[in-house]
């Protein structure tokens, strides 16, 4: 299956790494790990769908479920 490239963005950093528990993460890069709002971009060969289904599992996951792309979709808007 293709790798899918995606972007989303994240409260902190924290956020980020319980989604990296659930859905295996083939490659990523981070922007700003260190303040709120962390941008990040990964690949994965999850569809978007499942993705949001496992970010739905996370408390307090709403600005990664909300701004969660395509990397080519991205906005960063919630």
């Known amino acids: ?28 890069r981070m922007e700003n790990e260190r303040f709120p709002d962390v941008d990040v971009e990964f690949s994965c060969d999850e569809s978007l769908e499942d993705i949001k289904k496992a970010l739905e599992t996370i408390i307090d996951s709403h600005v990664m479920l909300e701004t969660v792309a395509l990397l080519e979709n991205y906005t960063g808007e919630r």
């Open 1 to 28: 299956m293709k790798k899918l490239k995606y972007k989303l963005r994240a409260e902190c950093l924290p956020d980020v790494l319980k989604l990296m528990l659930i859905i295996k993460f083939s490659a990523y």
